[in-house]
């Protein structure tokens, strides 16, 4: 059974940074291509960054040039590096495979707000 543990979440002001970290049991990454997603309160669960196995990223609009996601199969980790943050990222950040994911971690709450 996958289990995968999200952290590095909190409250910072609009223009601040988070880096988020997921640890996955198991040795999912170097199979898999991960993703992390986020649910805003009142809307669905969506994607923001999609990295493969082979080291190509995607990334939603509303987060280019902001979002960095990058992993280390050592370590089974993959990490989101938020800079530049707006009260519209508010939500709870969650990391599976992409595009089929598997059970969900707990997530990392990520509030932005001054």
């Known amino acids: 059974q996958v289990q995968l543990v999200e952290s590095g979440g909190g409250l910072v002001q609009p223009g601040g940074s988070l880096r988020l970290s997921c640890v996955a049991s198991?040795?999912?990454?170097?199979?898999?291509?991960m993703a992390w997603y986020r649910r805003a309160p009142g809307k669905e669960r969506e994607w923001v960054a999609i990295l493969s196995n082979t080291e190509s990223t995607t990334y939603k609009d509303s987060v280019k040039g902001r979002f960095t996601m990058s992993r280390d199969n050592a370590k089974n980790t993959v990490y989101l590096q938020m800079n530049s943050l707006k009260p519209e990222d508010t939500a709870v950040y969650y990391c599976?495979?992409?595009?089929?994911?598997?059970?969900w971690g707990q997530g990392t709450q990520v509030t932005v707000s001054s």
């Open positions: 198991g040795s999912i990454f170097r199979a898999n291509t």
């Open positions: 599976n495979t992409f595009p089929w994911p598997r059970d």
